[in-house]
């Protein structure tokens, strides 16, 4: 490809994706997206448009400093209405559209401008949060806050003590594009590169949060002078297992290149992938075989001797190696393991339930706490509410007739989350805990996340998720397609989202998903507890070739 002319989304992630996307641009090919990629796409699209229909109200008093701008237009036509806005000194500029720089490679869209002195600030509307609310007081002698926010639908930035900003690389290096661009136009509000800033509306939309942009400038230069390098095939790339992989619909292709050359980034990737080809270890049999020390540039928090053990695991089919010779989990008389769904930054729909009394046994009952209101939606406190009272109560029961108390979920860091924003979005209504008592649970002993057990007990050559560890423990979904992704499918058509269609069905089938998954961590609980975990090979004899294949 001759010239490359790069959006916003062209400066972050995998470089061999770039590579890849504008080859089959430069073919006539299109553009693959997955389907999670397509939803989280489309449902960033109805938060901006709902964002800049609050803007508009927020405006509607004053008409005239509002300029919008037809964003089913062709392109042609919504940068001459941008331009046009821009010379008439408008306020605001809604759904902005700037003309493409081949010469420098970048091209760019606003969802707002707003004027400040001579020029413009660009503003970007994004689909998850961007500031997060600052816990306690504010102590009286510390420094003034570094956040700068203003309100909705005007521009005033002040310092911000009750919010702190979720640094956001993405975000930032798209302001810096726009902010570049306006410069180049003569629209930046300083000639001082080191002077201009960019604003950004999170989820939650009840602020603009200021994101200084002058020390970001010259990196941004160099990342897109290579970015563009690479999109014009100049720079060679190769494919390389990365997180991002997971909801790439062009995996498929790059494994089985991965998996022809044994690479070494089917079983360890990020720093520590690239300490091993820094050292010569390129494939997965030469780490397998590898007995010295770490390579030098080995990240701290990565475990050298796992990244061996897992390399050893691929090439012999083992699913799971123990770390200890007889693995502990915390039990108790009393259990309830818990599962929570929410759809994106929206909210938390269900909390669903399954309780256990190892003393005095009953039958084991699913209970779902759920609204059916298209999130977000108050009566998600309502749920909230009534979940939390039910536990508390169970909890209670079990304390009052001396019985030991536990409640467990898988990976508790998206559980504790939404029981944390319930609590402080849901404040006041029937049942809705406070924060401290939130926090206080989670800090508890009673509250056992078997994320953390599997991760303590063993390591997981295919990867710690539970639907990759519950099989092992003989677990099976009963829907062949349950999974985080198709889940928001049928989430979306479950309550007719954002005013779509409305299949009923999808809401037993969400409620036997759910139970499924607690279903799936009361299996691997007991399973962890029972003997049959011993037929698991340890990581010693795996190193030593002792055992060379799973139960």
């Known amino acids: 490809m001759d010239s490359a002319v790069l959006g916003a989304r062209n400066l972050t992630g995998c470089e061999h994706r770039l590579a890849l996307d504008f080859a089959a641009v430069d073919r006539g090919a299109p553009l693959v997206e997955s389907t999670e990629a397509a939803r989280r796409i489309e449902a960033a699209q109805a938060h901006r448009e709902a964002v800049v229909a609050t803007l508009l109200d927020l405006q509607a008093a004053r008409p005239d400093a509002v300029a919008v701008v037809d964003d089913h237009a062709n392109l042609r036509d919504r940068v001459a209405a941008t331009l046009a806005a821009c010379a008439t000194d408008a306020e605001w500029i809604l759904h902005a559209a700037f003309p493409p720089d081949e010469e420098k490679g970048r091209r760019g869209h606003a969802e707002v401008l707003v004027r400040d002195g001579d020029g413009y600030i ?60 306006l410069g180049d136009l003569d629209y930046a509000v300083s000639a001082d590169r080191r002077e201009w800033v960019g604003g950004v509306i999170g989820v939650d939309a009840d602020c603009i949060a200021v994101v200084p942009l002058g020390e970001v400038m010259d990196e941004y230069d160099d990342l897109l002078a290579r ?24 995996w498929p292709h790059c494994e089985a290149q991965l998996i022809a050359a044994d690479d070494v980034s089917l079983v360890i990737g990020g720093a520590g992938g690239t300490a091993l080809q820094d050292a010569g270890i390129t494939t997965v049999a030469q780490l397998a075989a590898y007995r010295g020390e770490a390579p030098e540039e080995w990240p701290n928090n990565v475990s050298f001797r796992d990244a061996v053990v ?19 989990v915390q039990r108790a008389d009393v259990e309830v393991d818990v599962d929570m769904e929410s759809y994106g930054e929206r909210g938390a729909y ?31 406190g309502r749920s909230f509410g009534e979940f939390w009272t039910w536990l ?40 809705v805990p406070s924060r401290a008592d939130v926090d206080a649970f989670i800090d508890s002993d009673e509250w056992v996340d078997i994320y953390e057990a599997v991760n303590a007990n063993f390591i997981c050559p295919d990867g710690k998720g539970l639907k990759r560890i519950a099989p092992v423990a003989g677990f099976g979904w009963r829907d062949d397609e349950a999974g985080g992704e198709a889940s928001m499918e049928w989430y979306a058509l479950a309550v007719g989202l954002d005013d779509g269609p409305t299949d009923l069905t999808q809401r037993e089938r969400l409620l036997q998903y759910n139970e499924d998954d607690v279903q799936a961590t009361k299996v691997l609980r007991e399973w962890l507890s029972s003997t049959e975990i011993l037929a698991l090979p340890t990581a010693d004899e795996i190193l030593q070739g002792q055992r060379h294949s799973g139960p």
């Open 227 to 250: 970015r563009r390098a690479i999109a014009q095939g100049l720079v060679p790339t190769r494919p390389r297992r990365v997180n991002e992989c997971r909801s790439c619909a062009l």
């Open 122 to 181: 660009p503003i970007i509307i994004v689909n998850h949060r961007t500031t997060v609310p600052v816990k306690g007081e504010r102590d009286p002698e510390a420094p003034p806050p570094a956040l700068r926010t203003s309100p909705l639908g005007q521009w005033r930035p002040q310092p911000d003590a009750t919010r702190i900003m979720r640094a956001n690389r993405r975000d930032t290096l798209r302001l810096a594009q726009l902010a570049a661009m």
């Open 310 to 328: 897992n390399a050893n695991c691929r090439r012999l089919g083992v699913p799971l190696v123990r770390r200890l010779d007889r693995p502990q």
């Open 392 to 431: 508390m109560r169970r909890r209670a029961q079990a304390h009052a007739q001396g019985k030991t108390f536990a409640a467990y979920c898988y990976s508790q860091q998206a559980e504790n989350r939404w029981l944390r924003g319930s609590a402080d979005r849901f404040a006041g209504q029937p049942g």
């Open 350 to 380: 269900m909390w669903g339930t399954l309780l256990t009394d190892n003393v005095d046994p009953e039958p084991v009952v699913y209970r779902a706490f759920v609204t059916w209101d298209p999130l977000p939606t108050q009566d998600e």
